[in-house]
């Protein structure tokens, strides 16, 4: 697949690139990076670099679609569908830079991205999956805002280079409505 460009209204979203390598390593030196995505720890330069090869590759597969979150100030974070089966299934992933969290930059990007997984003329996708380390409230208040409908929790369901984690699951369909739901493990 070709590489998609979408923009938001503070937002370029496209494919991340070699003069993207520092910020990325940057970015990646982050504890809640490493802690909650499964980015190599320590990360190194060239795990960025092969970072970047590897994202190219999975475009042209149309495997997983990864997405450098483009804002006046620079990088911002990355987001992607991830897992694409070519069925109608995908699932949700990002991290953004420390300097730029806290602004609904996330927020923004992941309607612009589910916008064109579901959209006929996108992904035409029929469900989005969601996951998280159990205890990643940030990244699950996220979740339960975009309109995902949490489902339960996998036993040692993640891998990550930690080893295995118990995870959060939740899913969003095509024909949700995006209103935030209970989550349980949010609202308790
Ligand atoms: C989880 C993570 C992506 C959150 O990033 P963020 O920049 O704080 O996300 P956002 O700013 O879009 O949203 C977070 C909060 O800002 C609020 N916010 C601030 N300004 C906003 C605006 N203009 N529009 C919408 N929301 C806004 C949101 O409502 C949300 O508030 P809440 O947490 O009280 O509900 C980030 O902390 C991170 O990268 N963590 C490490 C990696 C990680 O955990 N990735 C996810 C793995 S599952």
Redesign the pocket.
């Known amino acids: 697949m070709e590489p998609v460009i979408l923009r938001t209204a503070r937002l370029e979203l496209s494919r991340p690139v070699e003069t993207d390598v520092e910020a990325i390593f940057e970015a990646c030196q982050?504890a809640?990076?490493q802690?909650?995505?499964t980015v190599p720890s320590p990360y190194t330069r060239q795990h960025a670099e092969a970072f970047v090869e590897k994202v190219a590759a999975d475009w042209a597969s149309a495997a997983h679609l990864t997405w450098a979150m483009r804002h006046e100030a620079g990088l911002?974070?990355m987001i992607g569908l991830y897992r694409l089966d070519g069925k109608g299934t995908g699932e949700l992933?990002?991290?953004?830079?420390?300097a730029?969290?806290?602004?609904?930059?996330?927020?923004?990007?992941?309607h612009a991205v589910l916008d064109w997984g579901f959209a006929a003329d996108g992904l035409d996708l029929d469900r989005i999956e969601?996951?998280?380390?159990v205890g990643?409230?940030?990244?699950?208040?996220?979740?339960?805002?975009l309109g995902f409908r949490y489902e339960g929790l996998v036993r040692r369901g993640l891998v990550s280079t930690h080893g295995r984690d118990d995870g959060w699951i939740a899913g969003l369909l095509r024909d949700d409505d995006r209103t935030p739901q209970p989550w349980p493990v949010l609202d308790r």
């Open positions: 982050d809640g990076i802690r909650y995505t911002a974070g992933g990002y991290w953004v830079t420390p730029s969290r806290g602004r609904g930059l996330l927020t923004e990007a992941a969601w996951r998280a380390v990643n409230t940030a990244s699950a208040r996220i979740g339960r805002a």
